[in-house]
């Protein structure tokens, strides 16, 4: 009697034990990794001297509408930024634009097919 109770015990905890697994698989958010990077230069105008230049490698990775930016330094004569991780909020992606606030402070990406400045073609 104790070894079926006790079976029937486990067979019942594997069901729920599976379904809250499934169901919290089904509802969590989707993950989204994005990778890029960008180029920083302060050579907009002769200073008579040194000019930075500095590329970073960029990691954005949301999970629903929140996540973080990480920024490693590619190439560049020393590492300009004191901080490379920050705070993601409000995330939004659409087919032609993303939003986002990076520190609280509010982004918009906007996609250019066409630009005029470096599509040299």
Known sequence: MKKSLLLALTAIFAVLFMTAVLLFQTFLPTLIVLHGSFFVSDAGRSHGGF???????ATLTIRGS???????????????LKKHEYTITEFN????????????QPLVLIWVGNDVVWNHV
């Open 93 to 104: 992606k659409e087919p032609n634009k993303i939003t986002m606030k990076i520190e609280e």
């Open 51 to 57: 000019e930075y230049n500095g590329e970073w490698n």
């Open 66 to 80: 929140t996540g973080t930016l990480k920024l490693v330094l590619n190439v560049g004569l020393g590492d300009a």
